[in-house]
């Protein structure tokens, strides 16, 4: 085990981990952060998609020992369920979920992507957006909702 | 509400205990209620007393139970919405509990969009009989009518502004009282919470990393368990050296019965290497067992076939040609985000297991059956997953944490499979294949229909340790049990075999396969998503033969009014006789419709919808769909909206892209990236959903309803667009490229 000073969401984290573990991991279990998912573990799927240094990144494919002095943010980092960010502000107003499993990572997604390019057209979130899957079909309330934060007429609509 | 004695109540209130009253109860309670053998609305026929279904402490906290679990569908919040209503209270002060063997109703499985039908009509009937019960004591106590009391929030208001608040009548008493047949819910016409777009309750937590899935249980002392799964279904283990994987760090224990292979690990990435390193160390002969890359077809004829059973024969079919077609669908999987994830733990003798399983009571009957416990020792716990779609590894994974919780006694074991296991052990949706004649006779309607099904099982659900994956890899094996046809109405391989036209001469013949050469159980719709598909898609071969619109053709075969009007509604906001081809240079682009009323006796759901074509590519995109639905009475529009529009996209996922692909020995299709599914890139500009709301009509269901249709819709838009009629499920690149 090798010890790691990460930044995860504005805070420092002293972690003890096997150089090779994934981010994934050591968010979810070591530091006990809900909201990166395990999907595939293969780079496929994007459940757990995070920022590290400001770029979406997915975690399981990144081994901690490659995350250096880089800040990482997750969902919780944007917010709370009584204080939400925007973007899961218009999450819940658009109700862009149903099993809600691969939410956290369409937010950090969107999040690099509107960090980037604050109103982004349809077809720049969808191109941006393509990396990660949903299985229950809810792509139409995520697309509105991406909007919505970003302050498109259309995701009010 | 009037008065008219009913002793049969006035028993029931006295055997609560001190609740002793002299009332009457409202007349419908009298009605046929003779002893309780009526039947009682929805799953109160099962769990008949109101303390099962609600509970009140002295505090006035008010609990609701239901035997149902969410499944990102959102049925804990329609739940919530329907209590809400008949209680009068916000639905913020309403506690919900789902399937707990210990704490709910045996509601058996969330499946065949039952739960609004089953719980939600349980609910709504135990709520409106313990506010009534709870009004007959407020009016006992203060001695006015029933009927003057006002109730708003919880409390009731007498005329001369005394007040009762549910806590305070029953002081911590439960109203342990059988329920009756009759009720007297709210009127649609008054509700308040019901029939509204209400916020669905889980979502907050899960947008901001809040506790919301079995995935996030973290117990203490958990340790992480992963199972090494044979590399085919017919693998033998020649050798296995667990010393070297057994040295590892943090390995906890490593665990061999037979072929079930697994590791317990003391940190969650040290049980993945673990376990890969198990994997490498075992050897394993894998016998030829399959057809390997047989087409649909020819893997529907491989597997045997039980004595055809005929679920329609009406008039006589007439001589004459008769226009002929065959439709067949792969296997294919449920697909989970997230793979099935389950936590276990053995104290005492007794195991406690954290599970998404459908159905915790069925589950814990098998685990019952594979631990050698008796069943009250073992209590399931339903806790969310990711979206299942039907009988997934939910229960496979509980079996795999309760056999390491038995290897290591006293800690909590979390085993989660990975994407390898989900993509190739989950049970999948069964191959199929359907045959179609029919004829047009001169009044431009059909004259003769004739259909065959050929299916293996929809249901491998456990009940049975033999329907556990673990169970079948043991040293000492489980069998899976004989699989049997799930009858009709409801059916199973031939649900909605039998379409919902009026067709005067008209045989329906489902072939039932009891194995298919892979393990097959429930995706969402079951036979409903293929037979769907073939009946429509046929309804289009013929409306072409005869020069029809697929519309006018539709309508001319329905006779039930409510079918007729979501046709209508469907193409109306498509803007289907409007519509005129768009100019070819962007694209081919053709129309397509379909319609179904789910299982024959549930929801109705009709679909128009566009599709683009690219002919070089051969890829498909809907570009935009309209669907009109009629689910009986809407507890929460944007609920079914949400179930529509998902519904919609799945089915676009399967019908485009979706097929298990194996060899000779083994299952091929492991990732995404070999099994893909749609991404942004191909889903629709637009969805629109019309909702026929009918307040005071049955709950009908809604996450059903649209797969059928939507593949219907799109394989005849497909053929609108470029003249191309698929008729082999999926439609993909390869099936178009090059053809049209």
Redesign the interface.
Known sequence: MTTYQLSVNGRGHSVDADPDTPLLYVLRNDLQLNGAKFGCGLGQCGACTVLVGGEAVLSCLMPVAAVGARKVRTVEGLGTADAPGRLQQAFIAEQAAQCGYCIAGMIMRAEALLARKPSPTDAEIRRHMAPNLCRCGTHMRILRAVKRAAGSPEGKA | MSAAPSSPARRRILAAGSLTLAFSMVPAWGQGGKGGKAKLPGSLDKAPMLDAWIRIDAGGRVTVYTGKAE????IKTALLQVAAEELQLAPARLSLVTADTALTPDEGYTAGSHSMQDSGTALRHACAQARDVLAEMTAQRFGVPAASLALREGVFAAPDGRRANYGELLAGKQLHLRASPASAPRLPAAHTVAGKSL??V????????????V??L?LPGMVHGRVVRPPSPGARLLSLDVQAVARL?GVLKVVRDGRFLAVIAD????A??AAAALAQAARWQMPAEFPGGAGNAALVAAQPTAQPETILERGALPAGPMLRASYTRPFQLH?????SCAVAQLVQGRYTVWTHSQGVFPLRAALAELLGTDKEQIRCIHT????C?GHNAADDVAADAALLARALPGRPVRV?W??EDEHGWEPFGPPMRAEVQGALGPDGRIAAWQYAVWSAPHNARPGKAGNLLAATHLEKPFAPPPAKPIPQPEGGGDRNAIPYYVLPNARVVHHFQPQAILRTSAVRSLGAYCNVFAIESFMDELAASGRIDPVAFRLRHLDDPRAIEVVRTAAARFGWDAWRRPDPRHGRRGRGFAFARYKNLAAYCALALEVEVALDTGWVRIVRAVAAVDCGEVVNP?GVR??I??????S??WTLLEKVRFDDSQVLTR???AYP?????Q??D??EVHLLDRPGQPFLGTGEAAQGPAAGAIANAVFDACGLRLRDLPLDRASVRGRA
């Open positions: 499944l990102g569908q959102g916020a669905r889980d979502i907050p937590a899960k947008v901001t990393g809040g506790r919301a899935y995935q996030d973290r760090p940190g969650e990435y040290r993945v290497k697909g989970s985000i997230g793979p969310e997953g990711s979206g779609y989660q990975m994407r944007d949400n179930q529009e998902g519904g919609i996209i799945q676009a996922s990732d995404w990236g599914i749609l991404r942004f890139g889903v629709p637009r969805i």
